[in-house]
């Protein structure tokens, strides 16, 4: 990946399905709004552009090929050009994401390298953990969900937990933090903030 691309810093806002991603973002949104900073990009896999549908009629190394073209889009038009820039990039899901949906789904990790090998690496997979009442709670709340939305939550928080070290391997540091109670998601919430304008520790 070209240097100039990486100059400023990808941040992947990982974690199992209800573990809080969407509302951290959309939390962080209103503050960094608040501050008037337009130095940092708030992003989320899959893009809008990206027919959910796709995950109820394709299955396997199809998805993964389909949601890494979605992703190859995405970092030309949005994350390749704000990292070029200098700024921070926090994406909610990212490639580790695609590490534990798609193995879910019967395709090697060979393959999902091959379909990833190009994109930028985060500066850091940030994994949001639930404790297990929580999140079946959370689970019980929600009305629908897709067919990649099955998988067990037990099996899923260990997954991301495995590929998280699996990337850690590859030079991607991770860091692992509660999100189970309000107090929990105010202290996550300070720390990125805090993360978009220093250092990711």
């Known amino acids: 990946m070209d240097g100039a691309m990486m100059r400023g810093r990808l941040i992947a806002l990982e974690g199992p399905k209800l573990a809080g ?20 990009v708030l992003t989320k896999e899959p893009t809008p552009a ?15 090929a389909s949601i890494a073209e ?8 949005v994350i390749g050009p704000a990292l070029a820039d200098g700024r921070t990039v926090i994406c909610d899901r990212y ?15 060979t393959v ?6 190009d994109f ?4 850091l997979n940030l994994v949001l953990r639930v404790s297990a009442r929580e999140l079946r709670r959370r689970h019980i709340q929600r009305a629908t969900t897709t067919r990649l939305q099955t ?7 260990a997954a991301y937990t495995r590929y998280a070290e699996h990337m850690k391997r590859q030079g991607v540091p ?28």
Not at 50 to 64: I, S, W
Not at 70 to 77: G, S, Y
Not at 112 to 117: A, P
Request: charged share 25%; glycine share 4%.
């Open 70 to 77: 979605d992703r190859r889009r995405h970092v030309n038009d």
């Open 21 to 40: 991603k969407t509302t951290l973002v959309s939390d962080l949104s209103t503050r960094l709004a608040a501050a008037s900073r337009a130095d940092v």
């Open 95 to 109: 490639i580790l994401s695609s590490y534990v949906f798609h193995t879910a789904d019967g395709v090697p990790e």
């Open 174 to 201: 991770s860091r692992m933090v509660d999100n189970s109670t309000m107090t929990d998601h105010q202290n996550l919430l300070d720390w990125l903030y805090a993360r978009c304008f220093e250092g990711a520790q």
């Open 120 to 123: 930028p690496r985060p500066a």
């Open 151 to 157: 998988v067990d939550a037990g099996a899923e928080a």
């Open 50 to 64: 990206f027919d959910l549908t796709r995950e109820q009629r394709m299955h396997g190394v199809d998805l993964a």
């Open 112 to 117: 999902i390298e091959q379909l990833n090998g």
